[in-house]
Nanobody, 115 residues
Framework: QVQLVESGGGLVQAGGSLRLSCAASRSILAISVMAWYREAPGKQRELVASITNGGTTNQADSVKGRFTISRDNAKNTIYLQMDFLKPEDTAVYYC?????????WGKGTLVTVSS
């Protein structure tokens, strides 16, 4: 099993920045893919960015050039650096880990971007 704990959400003005963290309960080197998703009110959960244990990253078109996913293997933590935030980025952000073909989710952290 993998437990995930997100942190770093909050209220920020448009154009501002936040950094989200997701701490895993086990070595993330053993986790094939970790990712950030978000769910806005009334919308489906969507993929924001992902990173493999080999370091390959992927971002949704809507966040390319603004959000960066990274990892710190020593801390078993992944990050989502969010810059140039927009009101439409407002959502609950969830961390996901895929471990032995099972998806594990954190409880989420709320990001609110005011205009």
């Amino acid at each position: 099993q993998v437990q995930l704990v997100e942190s770093g959400g909050g209220l920020v003005q448009a154009g501002g920045s936040l950094r989200l963290s997701c701490a895993a309960s086990r070595s993330i080197l053993a986790i094939s893919v970790m990712a950030w998703y978000r769910e806005a009110p009334g919308k489906q959960r969507e993929l924001v960015a992902s990173i493999t244990n080999g370091g390959t990253t992927n971002q949704a078109d809507s966040v390319k050039g603004r959000f960066t996913i990274s990892r710190d293997n020593a801390k078993n933590t992944i990050y989502l650096q969010m810059d140039f935030l927009k009101p439409e980025d407002t959502a609950v952000y969830y961390c996901k880990a895929r471990y032995f073909d099972i998806n594990y989710w954190g409880k989420g952290t709320l990001v609110t971007v005011s205009s």
